[in-house]
């Protein structure tokens, strides 16, 4: 592992601007979110979680999968640009580690990943309901998340630290100052002491101690599921959330609608063409589970909700992904409207479960 020692940010991006389309977490009066930065300045990164996170760079929240053209079923794998993601924090840097495992498979979603550079950011602030450091995914960037981490030290300066072939290959050209063993423990002492300065969090073992031990009742869950509107809030911010379901759209060439010859044997016109589409879901939607036979095994809200909660926090999960499918940021709890989020929810299982 290689480390090194930054005056300024700013020559690291401009060196990784000319290989990579560069995407960083920009502030607009107060509003963060990723944002594709075409040219310098390329501004200071910010140390405020982005209200979305960076799943959308690889499950995109609507996707043609394949067309058909009255004749053949055609794929349409993306061939997006290499692109850098440059200051993603130690707990969205999870998430994508978690998606990964999920969509190993998945054409559409490794053909984008493939093309990524992770450039992480370790935290030395808790931020608002976030709490990384009980779920293992943060606030420093684990090894196995990203390709560099950054870490801010004394006097303005950054610890660079590569932690991946692909990370070492996008350095190339680039003069670096070797890191001292100062810097390097500096980096320690400020996870620790940020890690010491989140709050009380133990409700939230607690709660998923009795979540696994399923002592939460069928009508518990239908008190809590009173103040969920299935707005799905929840669902899509969550950076680990990956329900989607799909769509067949069918397309009728204009020519073909106003043509006086056109055709309507077996109830389509001639030349009609398809094409199937994946689409962001919600297990909180009342319809997401429902079969083809109308039977739908979660049609109770309350169901939904105990098993939205279930698959962030249930064991039976851990030996697939490596832990558990919440990485401690806390969106759900800023978003909802009914104030069902991860600490509310976890508080009332202490309390009332």
Same mark, same amino acid.
């Given at each position: 592992?290689?480390?090194? /020692?930054?005056?300024?940010?700013?020559?690291?991006?401009?060196?990784?601007?000319?290989?990579?389309?560069?995407?960083?977490?920009?502030?607009?009066?107060?509003? !963060?979110?990723?944002?594709?930065?075409?040219?310098?300045?390329?501004?200071?990164?910010?140390?405020?979680?982005?209200?979305?996170?960076? @799943?959308?760079?690889?499950? !995109?929240?609507? &996707?043609?999968?394949?067309?058909?053209?009255?004749?053949?079923?055609?794929?349409?794998?993306?061939?997006? &640009?290499?692109?850098?993601?440059?200051?993603?924090?130690?707990?969205?840097?999870?998430?994508?580690?978690?998606?990964?495992?999920?969509?190993?498979?998945d054409p559409y979603y490794q053909a984008r990943r493939q093309q990524a550079l992770l450039v992480g950011i370790d935290c030395v602030q808790p931020c608002q309901q976030g709490f990384c450091y009980l779920v293992?995914?943060?606030?420093?960037?684990?090894?196995?998340?990203?390709?560099?981490?950054?870490?801010? /030290?004394?006097?303005?300066?950054?610890?660079?630290?590569?932690?991946?072939?692909?990370?070492?290959?996008?350095?190339?050209?680039?003069? /670096?100052?070797?890191?001292?063993?100062?810097?390097?423990?500096?980096?320690?002492?400020?996870?620790?002491?940020?890690?010491?300065?989140?709050?009380?969090?133990?409700?939230?073992?607690?709660?998923?101690? @009795?979540?696994?031990?399923? /002592?939460?009742?069928?009508?518990?869950?239908?008190?809590?599921?009173?103040?969920?509107?299935?707005?799905?809030?929840?669902?899509?911010?969550c950076p680990t959330c990956s329900c989607y379901g799909t769509q067949t759209k069918v397309m009728v060439p204009a020519a073909a609608i106003n043509s006086p010859e056109t055709g309507t044997e077996g109830g389509e016109p001639n030349g009609v063409k398809s094409s199937t589409v994946r689409f962001w879901d919600s297990c909180l939607y009342e319809g997401f589970q429902r079969e083809a036979s109308f039977h739908n095994p979660s049609e109770q809200a309350g169901d939904r909700v105990k098993r939205f909660w279930y698959h962030k926090f249930s064991h039976d999960f851990v030996p697939e992904f490596g832990r558990y499918g919440c990485i401690g940021c806390g969106r759900c709890e800023q978003t909802c409207p009914g104030v069902i989020g991860v600490h509310s929810v976890m508080k009332r299982i202490v309390k009332d479960a």
């Open positions: 592992m290689q480390q090194y /020692l930054l005056d300024s940010l700013h020559e690291l991006q401009a060196h990784l601007a000319q290989s990579y389309q560069l995407y960083q977490v920009i502030d607009n009066d107060g509003d !963060t979110s990723w944002q594709h930065v075409v040219q310098a300045p390329y501004g200071e990164l910010v140390s405020k979680l982005p209200q979305s996170s960076a @799943k959308g760079f690889f499950f !995109t929240e609507q &996707e043609t999968l394949y067309v058909f053209d009255g004749q053949y079923f055609r794929e349409t794998i993306p061939q997006p &640009e290499p692109f850098v993601l440059f200051g993603v924090q130690s707990c969205d840097l999870m998430a994508i580690h978690y998606q990964d495992i999920f969509f190993e498979e293992n995914a943060g606030p420093g960037v684990r090894d196995t998340t990203a390709d560099l981490i950054l870490h801010p /030290l004394e006097n303005s300066q950054w610890l660079l630290i590569v932690v991946s072939e692909r990370g070492n290959a996008a350095l190339h050209g680039l003069t /670096l100052t070797p890191a001292s063993s100062d810097d390097k423990k500096q980096r320690w002492d400020n996870l620790s002491q940020c890690e010491h300065q989140f709050g009380d969090h133990s409700y939230i073992l607690e709660g998923i101690d @009795k979540l696994n031990r399923d /002592l939460p009742s069928d009508a518990f869950w239908q008190q809590v599921a009173v103040q969920c509107i299935a707005c799905s809030g929840c669902t899509t911010l």
